[in-house]
């Protein structure tokens, strides 16, 4: 049994058992393919997928070897890019939701490279959901989400305390500071980011708490082009308030409030259960634990 055995495997796994797409994803011919899963089964002694009219239906003891390698190779991954990469100190790929990504990722990265030139980093701007399947899939190793996380694979670390803002259009109905009943919140048009964000689940979640739900008129994965909608009075939105300051002070909408809801949340570090953590790991995740409350340019750990 050999690591090519395992990535075969988790192909077909990957490809719904159909040994012809697999073969046609890895540049193999389709008797390579059924050889090699026929060389998995009599190395353990047991049958890991079922041949009913021609196809295939994995097994228990299929599924439980799935496991086994996508750990295994999660690993070698990680071991062969920390090893191939050990002169230049490393790459550190970071993901981040969209929120994050536009108001703190470009100063943490750029903080950081100034303290460790030698650590390269690849970003990634993204959903929340999209980054935890990332990170499930060891191509991130790490990611900021203002999200709930969803799979007990991963580990959380709160960074960073948000809120979000009702606002309105200037000219609209409402006057600054106004607070409006859930009812007449209702009666609005509302206008919100897509499912899949974690601004977006902030706001279900306590909608849902509150014992109601809303139909958006407009989903955006811009906050821009939310801003843009109210300022030209098509709707409310719920916005974070740190996207939201510069269009305030600029009189273009105006902060409100709804009776009864809070839409408070957490900014959060994530990195699977399995990581290991690297030095240039703990240093980034350090520096974003303190980048607001100390001087950026001292609150690191030696990465050596």
Request: aromatic content about 8%.
């Amino acid at each position: 049994m050999t690591l090519r055995h395992l990535k075969i495997f988790l192909a077909l796994y990957d490809h719904q058992f159909n040994t012809s797409k697999t073969a046609e994803y890895l540049h193999m011919t389709q008797p390579a393919v059924s050889i090699a899963i026929k060389e998995l089964e009599r190395y353990y002694g047991t049958l890991l997928f079922d041949r009913i009219n021609h196809r295939l239906k994995i097994t228990q003891a299929g599924l439980q070897l799935k496991e086994y390698a996508s750990h295994m190779l999660s690993l070698f991954d990680e071991m062969e890019k920390n090893m191939k990469n050990w002169d230049a100190s490393g790459i550190l790929c970071i993901g981040s939701s969209i929120t994050i990504g536009c108001q703190f990722l470009p100063d943490y990265v750029k903080t950081f490279s100034s303290i460790y030139p030698n650590v390269k980093i690849k970003a990634l701007v993204s959903s929340s959901d999209q980054l935890e399947q990332k990170i499930l899939n060891n191509e991130l190793d790490l990611a900021l989400i203002e999200g709930v996380v969803h799979s007990p694979d991963l580990i959380a670390i709160d960074y960073m305390k948000d809120h979000l803002t009702v606002i309105s259009s200037a000219n609209g109905p409402f006057i600054k500071g106004q607070q409006i009943t859930i009812e007449e919140f209702k009666k609005q048009e509302i206008l919100l980011r897509e499912h899949g964000s974690g601004t977006r689940e902030t706001i279900d979640n306590v909608i849902e708490a509150a014992g109601f739900s809303i139909e958006p008129s407009w989903e955006a994965m811009s906050t821009t082009a939310l801003i843009n909608a109210v300022i030209n009075g098509l709707g409310i939105s719920i916005l974070p308030y740190r996207m939201i300051i510069d269009p305030v002070e600029k009189g273009l909408v105006i902060p409100i409030t709804v009776k009864g809801l809070e839409f408070k949340r957490k900014f959060q570090m994530i990195y699977h259960k399995n990581k290991i953590l690297t030095s240039s790991i703990k240093a980034f995740i350090e520096l974003c634990k303190y980048y607001e409350t100390t001087d950026s340019q001292s609150s690191h750990v030696d990465l050596y």
